[in-house]
């Protein structure tokens, strides 16, 4: 699996929007782009995944670079609970397709 | 819908006993299952994944084992627990069209 880059911690207020860099350069044409995000003491929580095209859920959006080489992780009205470890993952939709998971991005929503 | 179970939540153990954690997976057939550990503040490692019943591959060498008895029920073990094996258990299964990894809740393990 392609090895994702993620800065260690993020600020975002209240109500504004969040937005959460990954670069994965080696990403591989079959490999996917996943995002959890981990709440203190809690199971990592998936939230949106994507191949090639932007993608749009109930929780973020995901936009993808044309190259591939990059994404951002959208939440577009960021809340108090929205305070968590985000993670982004590059994995293959093969049988038992592992995840390596880095350290991740630590956004902290201030009122 | 789905759902995963982790058993238990916590657990504090002496160096030098057994471990046994349990995950069970409902709503879902022959699905992929996962065990992860995190260290704290750090990321997940991988330590085993099976494919189905008595199909245990491990990631890591380690101190753990592994075993699938049943389509939806994983178990990570230890004859003798070590102070490293201190951390943060996360079961994981995933299946269908997308193999989407969904997680457990998690066994907090402290050996003492």
């Known amino acids: 699996d392609a090895k994702t880059t993620q800065p260690p911690s993020m600020d975002c207020a209240e109500g504004r929007a969040a937005n959460l860099p990954c670069n994965h350069s080696?990403?591989?044409?079959?490999?996917?782009v996943y995002w959890y995000r981990q709440i203190h003491s809690q199971g990592p929580q998936y939230i949106i995944h994507?191949?090639?095209n932007n993608e749009t859920n109930e929780m973020a959006s995901l936009i993808i670079t044309e190259d591939r080489k990059s994404s951002t992780l959208i939440l577009p009205h960021a809340t108090l609970r929205d305070t968590a470890v985000y993670y982004c993952?590059?994995?293959?939709?093969?049988?038992?397709?592992?995840?390596?998971f880095g350290d991740g991005t630590t956004l902290t929503v201030k009122p | 819908s789905q759902t995963i179970h982790q058993w238990p939540a916590t657990l504090v153990q002496p160096v030098g006993s057994p471990l046994s954690l349990e995950c069970t997976v409902e709503?879902?057939?022959?699905?992929?299952l996962y065990w992860y550990r995190q260290a704290a503040g750090r990321g997940l490692q991988l330590l085993f994944y099976?494919?189905?019943?008595?199909?245990i591959s491990s990631e890591v060498p380690q101190n753990l084992s592994a075993s699938r008895p049943q389509d939806r029920q994983f178990i990570l073990s230890s004859k003798k627990l070590l102070l490293s094996d201190s951390g943060f258990y996360l079961c994981?299964?995933?299946?269908?069209?997308?193999?989407?990894?969904?997680f457990g809740p998690g066994t907090r393990l402290t050996v003492l």
């Open positions: 994981a299964w995933s299946g269908g069209l997308t193999d989407t990894q969904y």
């Open positions: 080696t990403i591989s044409g079959n490999e996917y």
């Open positions: 994507g191949l090639k």
């Open positions: 993952i590059v994995r293959a939709n093969t049988n038992a397709g592992k995840s390596t």
């Open positions: 709503g879902t057939s022959n699905p992929n």
């Open positions: 099976s494919v189905g019943i008595g199909q």
